[in-house]
């Protein structure tokens, strides 16, 4: 594993204190971590919680009568270093762990629940907080004041300080089990990804592979100390290995390991907890009067029940379903022409897909390769953001940092006003989780009148440069570093006044909006010709790449639709139960998933126990937010294609409107104010191309 730069010893040993509890010396008030041992979070867990106890013991004892300032902003203001101290390790232990990591994990995470538990069932609080809310139409808030307080007696009502005594203790008890369970669920996969590689010692099985990918193999095996070429689970080893590797019986051994994880009956198996998960959930939302646990999620969502979300579902299923299908047949045909026999399997799709695509359109991720070198890319992003919105973006290093791939960047605003940190940490390595995502170790928000803007990260698990070359991306994962940029800006730009409302502090089905419009940019020739050029020669990315990138944008349109109805549809399904799941696990998905399938079951799969979205992340209930976010990108983009792609009054009308008020008011009155209209499903399914396709 990688050695840790938050594990070193030398510099932390001649302090005296605890850096967590101390103030931030630092610049910008970033998190020391060049002094922050693993030993040092445990003991200032212990202190802050019993800080912020203390504090919430001096609002709830107030003799003062309850008003919104002294009881719901200080509220918002409760728990200030615990919430610092819990944003650094809990970022790190997604990014950066190891095994001491997890464990204290396991150890605080109950403390931590205990402590909300004490909070939302604090007799007292409640009452305070009770009397703001019932005057609530006689005091002049603002907007964001009456968000905050709306939000504030929501978070008490469904934090059960309704419940009488005994149904209190047991909701504290299922609240203390499902954080460990949530941990346990993405250690488990996290074990599962790395403990598996394939080790490859004849350079015959590597024909299909490209260049790039053979060498990052050698110098994964080299780290390792083995001969030959080692593959991992990791995508960038993963993805490349099933769209080019000739040899079949290795791709189905890779898919079978992929699609397997979680569901080995072996100590970091997932079913059970899955299982755990969705009773006490399910029992969770019945002791508040909800009949499932998704109509209690969906109370605090853009889509208000159930019914609304599968409406939703439905209608996509019912545009993208019967072109799946078509292009499945579509790929069989093709690899009967390559010399096919028997029954295409999904180990062979992405394989067949991607000659496809080539054959059809004369294109491939690795002709786009050389013009997507990483820092290129980067430049790209940065500079775009510059166009839209004035940011610039300087790299600095007198700035902590957790790993030494992390880079530093200072964020100023157009007029040179300071808006951010942001940390960005790009590639693959076994101490980090999975996927991409954004994160905060501070979000903005004001106190004593100061703006205190936001320390933003961008974790990603991109290709790794070789010896030979730098790191070239994908297509996808330049598409990729738009959205989890985006989320950034959601961030960064934000310009709000509480802890609880300000940047991604949002709706769940709101919060992709802002990452996935900047997908969009990535088909847009203006903007790519800012950036994109050969690695070697310095030559800008050919028209005729850029023409076949449209072209082949809405390639398996239909299939791509399916794929993520599929999650949000088995996600609904774990989520709408009104009784204790006691069958297969894999059964129970294999039905949910049915309308949207394309391809017979495969025995040992099981997407469930490795779907950390719903059982390790956030998105329990609301994996539909991706699709319900694309109408709502679809629709808001359409302004930017009519009026320009860089046109500085739409810009400044999506910042104003969206990005700078995070969730200081419902999201439909801030895309409205933007939009000037509710979105619709219309300009989804026309840039997918099914709009034309189910007319």
Not at 382 to 403: C, P, R, S
Request: hydrophobic share 35%.
């Amino acid at each position: 594993m990688t050695t840790l730069i938050l594990s070193i010893t030398s510099c932390s040993e001649k302090q005296a204190g605890n850096p967590l509890l101390e103030h931030f010396t630092t610049p910008h008030q970033t998190p020391p971590f060049d002094r922050i041992e693993t030993r040092h979070y445990e003991p200032a867990f212990d202190q802050a919680i019993e800080e912020a106890k203390q504090e919430i013991k001096t609002i709830s004892t107030s003799a003062e009568a309850p008003d919104f300032e002294n009881t719901i902003v200080a509220l918002d203001q409760a728990g200030e270093k615990l919430s610092t101290i819990s944003s650094i390790f809990f970022n790190l232990n997604s990014a950066c762990t190891n095994e001491e990591m997890q464990q204290i994990a396991q150890r605080v995470s109950p403390k931590l629940t205990e402590y909300g538990n004490s909070v939302y069932m604090n007799p007292e609080l409640f009452a305070r907080v009770k009397k703001v809310y019932e005057s609530r139409d006689r005091q002049s808030l603002t907007p964001e004041q009456s968000t905050l307080l709306e939000d504030t007696w929501k978070s008490f009502i469904k934090g059960g300080a309704n419940l009488e005594s005994a149904a209190q203790k047991r909701f504290q008890e299922i609240a203390m089990e499902l954080s460990q369970l949530g941990l346990k669920f993405d250690e488990n996969t996290l074990a599962e990804t790395n403990g598996f590689t394939l080790h490859i010692t004849d350079e015959k099985d590597l024909a299909g592979l490209p260049e790039g990918a053979v060498e990052m193999a050698a110098m994964t095996a080299k780290e390792k100390e083995l001969e030959g070429w080692l593959f991992t689970l990791h995508a960038p080893s993963y993805i490349p290995f099933m769209k080019y590797a000739d040899n079949r019986e290795l791709r189905e051994k890779m898919y079978r390991a992929y699609a397997s994880r979680g569901n080995r009956d072996n100590q970091y198996d997932n079913k059970e907890v899955i299982r755990k998960m969705v009773t006490l959930r399910l029992e969770k939302a019945q002791l508040l009067g909800y009949p499932t646990y998704a109509e209690y999620v969906l109370t605090d969502r853009m889509a208000q029940n159930t019914e609304m979300v599968n409406t939703f579902l439905g209608q996509l299923l019912a545009a993208s379903h019967p072109h799946a299908l078509a292009e499945k047949q579509e790929v069989e045909e093709f690899a009967r022409r390559q010399g096919f026999k028997g029954e295409l399997q999904r180990w062979d799709w992405a394989y067949y897909s991607n000659k496809l695509k080539q054959e059809k359109y004369a294109l491939d991720d690795e002709m786009l390769k050389p013009y997507f070198k990483l820092e290129n890319v980067q430049q790209g992003v940065f500079g775009l953001a510059n166009q839209l919105y004035g940011l610039t973006f300087k790299e600095v290093d007198n700035i902590a940092k957790y790993h030494e791939d992390v880079k530093t960047f200072e964020v100023y605003d157009r007029d040179g006003r300071f808006l951010a940190v942001l940390y960005t940490d790009f590639f693959p390595r076994e101490s980090k989780g999975g996927g991409a995502w954004m994160t905060e170790f501070r979000g903005q928000h004001k106190k004593d009148g100061q703006d205190v803007r936001p320390l933003v990260s961008l974790v990603m698990n991109f290709t790794k440069p070789t010896a030979s070359k730098p790191s070239l991306l994908t297509f996808d994962e330049v598409t990729t570093f738009l959205h989890e940029f985006g989320h950034s800006l959601h961030g960064m730009l934000s310009q709000c006044t509480y802890n609880s409302t300000g940047g991604t502090n949002v709706y769940r089905d709101f919060v992709e909006l802002p990452s996935q419009i900047m997908e969009n940019w990535a088909l847009e020739k203006e903007w790519l010709d800012t950036w994109a050029v050969h690695y070697q020669t310095g030559e800008k990315i050919p028209q005729e790449y850029i023409t076949k990138i449209h072209e082949a944008a809405n390639f398996q349109s239909g299939y791509q639709n399916d794929r993520q109805l599929s999650f949000g549809l088995v996600d609904m399904a774990w989520h709408s139960v009104t009784s204790p799941v006691s069958g297969s696990i894999q059964a129970f998905e294999n039905q949910a998933m049915a309308p949207t399938e394309s391809f017979p079951p495969v025995d040992s799969s099981c997407f469930s126990t490795g779907f950390g979205h719903i059982f390790g992340g956030g998105y329990a209930a609301g994996y539909y937010s991706y699709k319900w976010a694309e109408v709502l990108d679809a629709d808001a983009f359409s302004v930017f294609k009519q009026q320009g792609i860089y046109d500085q009054a739409t810009a400044e009308s999506f910042r104003k409107n969206i990005l700078e008020k995070g969730g200081s008011e419902h999201p439909m009155i801030l895309y409205k104010r933007f939009r000037g209209q509710e979105p619709t499903i219309d300009a989804l399914l026309e840039r997918s191309g099914l709009k034309s396709k189910s007319e």
